[in-house]
């Protein structure tokens, strides 16, 4: 049974950084396109980072410069560090394996990230 758990958000003021950590077990991420969507009040799953099994990095406009993925294999962790936060970014974080324009898996319960003053 596969399980991605993300941690790491949190209340953070604007500029602020925070990294979110997805930790994946029934599956091998490395082997597979993974990525970070959020969803915000009101709005549906948007997909803003993503990396292919090759390493190939994509990201929405919104958070280029400022939002990097990763993935440490040894550990079967996908990582969002986030930069320069700010209010827009607020929402429920969450990770997944993608597949062509849709996700694998349900959603899990994801991490709130609040970029407030």
């Known amino acids: 049974q596969v399980q991605l758990v993300e941690s790491g958000g949190g209340l953070v003021q604007p500029g602020g950084s925070l990294r979110l950590s997805c930790a994946a077990s029934?599956?091998?991420?490395?082997?597979?396109?993974m990525g970070w969507y959020r969803q915000a009040p009101g709005k549906q799953h948007e997909l803003v980072a993503s990396?292919?099994?090759?390493?190939?990095?994509n990201y929405v406009d919104s958070v280029k410069g400022r939002f990097t993925i990763s993935r440490d294999n040894a550990k079967n962790t996908v990582y969002l560090q986030m930069n320069s936060l700010k209010p827009e970014d607020t929402a429920v974080y969450y990770c997944?394996?993608?597949?062509?324009?849709?996700?694998?898996?349900?959603w899990g319960q994801g991490t709130q990230v609040t970029v407030s003053a």
């Open positions: 990396i292919s099994s090759g390493g190939a990095t």
């Open positions: 029934g599956l091998t991420t490395r082997f597979y396109a």
């Open positions: 997944n394996r993608i597949r062509g324009e849709s996700v694998v898996f349900s």
